[in-house]
């Protein structure tokens, strides 16, 4: 499995990640210990989970799993900033300390090798949660950190804040990104790469959506995670639903069956070859299905194929100011993100 760097002096990690939002919720301990099993046998060392999965359970059941195995090479991303009050919520001083502290303890580790704040706080100053983030840095706590889910400008609010004031400046940033979803393209995937800030997608099959198990009109019922929430967050079925969105899984469905693979390898590996992408966030409810996907490893797509999907998933310009500024440069300003959104 290929190895990248997460920005500049960040940690090396596999280009597939282990995702495990789905542990103690969605998957029983005995089957989260299989998954961590099969991935660490296929090369993974990169398992990313939060302080709010499953209320701390994805978090426990890891570090039943670390107390039987001990990767030298593992490296272990946690998050804070969504745990539920009193007292210590959001990316305040107080609600980052007390996050690190319940996640060392529920991991059984010494440090935490990336910590990400969840999101962006309002009510917290950015400058404040820096410091913060400095001090665990420098009391061996965490080793490096990352930000997740913000607009364009609040990410270089961060960057600029830690710039200035000498504060340990993150290394990833960690948006949802796939071929249903490329909107980080309009603003915070160029600053990424203007920055040198790796990105680490979340859920790279959309929801599930290019899996090929949903079907048009046919609202998916059963044991998935649409089948038991249509309306679950930004993959409900009535968003996505459309002419779109069955556009670019027909596509994806006619390169995996050319080059004889599961859909979800010709997905995942259009966003492994986008620019700036170090590695993306596999998450499975069962063993097998993450077989599946960590097969994505091993298949090389064509260039004209991705050039394909690109064009057939383009998210397009808003008129303004995207439109009236790429007719003003005369040139695609998006060009070197391959975007196909002229």
């Not at 570090?63 to 969504?82: C, E, M, Q, V, Y």
Request: proline share 5%; glycine share 10%.
């Amino acid at each position: 499995m290929k190895i990248n760097q997460l920005g500049a002096g960040g940690p090396f990690v596999t280009e597939l990640g282990l995702g495990t939002m789905t542990f103690g919720v969605e998957t029983n301990e005995t089957e989260a210990h299989k998954q961590l099993d099969s991935y660490f046998a296929a090369g993974g060392n990169f398992i990313d989970t939060a302080d709010v999965y499953g209320a701390g359970e994805s978090e426990r059941v890891i570090g039943s799993w670390l107390r039987s195995n001990h990767p030298d090479n593992l490296i272990i991303a946690t998050k804070a900033r969504f745990a539920p009050p009193p007292g210590s919520s959001g990316a305040s001083r107080r609600g980052i300390i007390k996050a690190v502290d319940g996640s060392l303890t529920r991991l059984g580790v010494d440090a935490i090798d990336l910590l990400y704040v969840h999101g962006w706080d309002p009510e917290a100053a950015v400058v404040d949660t820096l410091r913060t983030l400095t001090d665990l840095v420098s009391s061996g706590k965490v080793h490096s950190i990352g930000w997740s889910n913000t607009t364009g400008w609040q990410l270089q609010q961060i960057l600029a804040t830690a710039e200035h004031h000498g504060f340990v400046r993150p290394v990833v940033f960690q948006p949802q990104y796939n071929l249903l979803d490329r909107v980080i393209e309009w603003e915070l995937l160029p600053l990424c790469l203007d920055t040198e800030l790796a990105v680490c997608p979340w859920s790279p099959l959309g929801g599930g959506w290019l899996t090929g198990k949903y079907e048009r009109d046919t609202p998916p019922t059963g044991a998935t995670r649409l089948g038991e929430d249509p309306n679950r967050g930004v993959e409900a079925y009535a968003l996505r639903n459309n002419d779109r969105v069955w556009g670019i899984i027909d596509a994806a469905d006619r390169i995996a069956t050319q080059d004889s693979v599961w859909i979800g390898e010709v997905a995942l590996r259009w966003l492994l070859d986008r620019p700036g992408v170090a590695s993306v966030l596999l998450g499975a409810r069962t063993e097998k299905q993450l077989q599946q996907s960590l097969s994505a490893a091993t298949y090389s797509m064509r260039s004209e194929d991705h050039a394909k999907l690109t064009a057939v998933s383009a998210p397009g310009l808003p008129r303004y100011p995207y439109g009236m500024l790429e007719k003003a440069c005369g040139v695609d300003i998006w060009e070197r993100l391959g975007t196909g959104s002229t």
